[in-house]
């Protein structure tokens, strides 16, 4: 089992939807996660960070953890097409070290 | 607010050539790292620096070499480049990581071995 998994997509929703992404990871010892856009041809872009299970709000962006269930998610309210991006979720393993596993990402394509 | 600025951003090479890419991060953070992105993989941690004369392998060090004499400097060394290195590179930092700080990464080198 990868120690990050997301579904590659591509996600489509169209203009005005929530777009709702999942990550679910396998190491029960992380404490930080992140998510990250990517734009074609661009470098990730931090959106989202969460440390304690629940929901935090950004704006239209939400975060979501559940660290009994090993899951995170990415709710994107009232989406547009300039979301339309690869989403990546990353965590951060290990107490000593500030190294991040990041899953393969999801294709979110937002369609007017 | 320069942040981290990554060079060249395109390098085109040829197998068995040693290829240099450049990494400078003005935040002054502790920690800097190294990725690669291929489809398919996502990203791969190569090598990270927890501070000036410390570095530590990633998931792909192989055919890699880092150092990092001053703190906002992390340079990658291909010492013979072969075809399979031919991939996007990403440079990263972040702060104290007891701040929970999040990486911010560079722009990219795309690099082709030919």
């Known amino acids: 089992q990868k120690e990050v998994e997301q579904n590659s997509g591509p996600l489509s929703v169209p203009e005005g939807a929530i777009a709702s992404l999942n990550c679910t990871y396998s190491?029960?010892?992380?404490?930080?996660f992140f998510w990250y856009r990517q734009y074609s041809g661009k470098s990730p872009e931090l959106i989202m960070s969460?440390?304690?299970?629940g929901d935090k709000e950004d704006g239209r962006f939400t975060a979501q953890l559940n660290k009994a269930s090993q899951y995170v998610s990415l709710l994107i309210r009232d989406s547009q097409p300039s979301d339309s991006a690869t989403y990546l979720c990353?965590?951060?393993?290990?107490?000593?070290?500030?190294?991040?596993?990041f899953g393969t990402g999801t294709r979110l394509q937002v369609f007017p | 607010d320069a942040g981290i600025t990554q060079s060249p951003r395109y390098k085109i090479t040829e197998t068995g050539r040693q290829v240099t890419l450049m990494c400078h991060q003005t935040?002054?953070?502790?920690?800097m790292f190294w990725y690669r992105q291929d489809l398919g993989h996502g990203l791969r941690l190569i090598y990270y620096?927890?501070?000036?004369?410390?570095?530590d392998k990633g998931e792909v060090p192989d055919g890699y070499v880092v150092s990092r004499s001053k703190t906002e400097n992390f340079p990658l060394t291909l010492e013979s480049a072969t075809r399979s290195q031919t991939s996007v590179y990403f440079c990263?930092?972040?702060?104290?990581?007891?701040?929970?700080?999040?990486?911010?990464f560079g722009d990219g080198t795309r690099l082709s071995i030919l």
């Open positions: 990263a930092s972040s702060g104290d990581r007891r701040e929970r700080q999040p990486q911010h």
């Open positions: 190491d029960r010892g992380s404490q930080s």
């Open positions: 969460i440390y304690s299970n």
């Open positions: 990353a965590l951060r393993v290990g107490y000593n070290t500030d190294k991040l596993i």
């Open positions: 935040w002054s953070h502790s920690y």
């Open positions: 620096s927890a501070a000036a004369d410390i570095t």
